[in-house]
């Protein structure tokens, strides 16, 4: 039986003290995950990066980070490049502080290119520049490139899958909602649909990639081409179903990190937990 990790996308709602000390606070309410969210740029100090990891390495929860949004690796300009590699070599070198193991990035869009090909093997070659800057550097994350929202974007779920067999010290982060959206609807749709994908991912890059499968959620808004923005759980009329994913995991045995991003983050997080222990109790797992 796998073990399924929830947790914010950031720092928790009702929480008001520093970040370093939201561990303790998320361990005391039942989460075991925390996405530290680097999305307007680094700014982390390595002294409080090192006090957040010890933290959370005290409280047994598992630290990732999401680098900038600002990062086009697939973008023909090299100096858009070089500032996105920028970007992430610091959320690398600061996740690498904080023991996070894993460095969440949108891989850039195919705008520019030829090919969605010719955009995924750029992305393929600036990842292996970055990574060979950083050898003997940083430790700790991996790179995880993130199926994104629109179909516009490098990040549909095979995509996302070559990145990671082409790229050393690389591991797929899969947000359901955004596959969701990036189709319209058309996936996530059942639970034989998810168990697939994680077969997939599985057979391509081996059970690491599964031990545990970095994961996003929440419900979500489309139009043509892909999102528009995220809601909560309880509101009706949005995708994808919880359960469906939650089923999956079970099914497969994979152990997996879920971080909520909902508008309400950790109590959402709650509420993914806890329907998860409803259907395993359900089926005695």
């Not at 980070?65 to 070089?82: Q, R, T």
Request: proline share 4%; with cysteine.
């Amino acid at each position: 039986m796998g073990r399924i990790r929830f947790g914010p996308a950031g720092k928790p709602l009702d929480f008001k003290g520093a970040i370093e000390k939201a561990p303790e606070y998320l361990a005391s309410i039942g989460l075991d995950a925390m996405e530290y969210e680097a999305v307007r740029g680094v700014r982390v100090s390595e002294e409080k990066a090192r006090r957040l990891g010890e933290e959370a390495e005290k409280y047994d929860v598992k630290l990732s980070m999401h680098a900038p949004y600002y990062i086009n690796l697939s973008s023909p300009d090299e100096g858009v490049v070089e500032r996105s590699l920028e970007r992430l070599r610091a959320a690398m070198v600061a996740s690498d502080w904080m023991k996070a193991y894993a460095v969440v990035f949108h891989p850039g869009y195919v705008k520019g290119n030829k090919t969605r090909r010719e955009a995924v093997d750029r992305v393929v070659d600036a990842l292996a520049r970055l990574l060979e800057e950083l050898k003997g550097r940083v430790a700790h994350p991996e790179l995880a490139p993130e199926t994104t929202g629109k179909a516009s974007q490098v990040g549909d779920l095979d995509e996302v899958v070559e990145i990671c067999r082409r790229v050393e010290r690389c591991r797929p982060a899969v947000d359901w909602a955004h596959l969701y959206a990036r189709r319209e609807g058309g996936f996530v749709r059942s639970v034989d649909e998810v168990v697939k994908a994680i077969e997939f991912i599985e057979r391509e890059l081996g059970s690491r990639a599964v031990r545990p499968l970095h994961t996003h959620f929440s419900k979500i808004e489309y139009g043509k081409g892909g999102e528009r923005r995220h809601h909560t759980l309880e509101e009706e009329g949005y995708g994808p179903d919880w359960r469906i994913v939650c089923r999956a995991y079970i099914e497969t045995g994979i152990d997996a990190v879920v971080i909520s991003e909902s508008p309400i983050l950790d109590k959402d997080a709650l509420v993914m937990k806890r329907i998860c222990e409803e259907e395993r109790a359900g089926r005695g797992a």
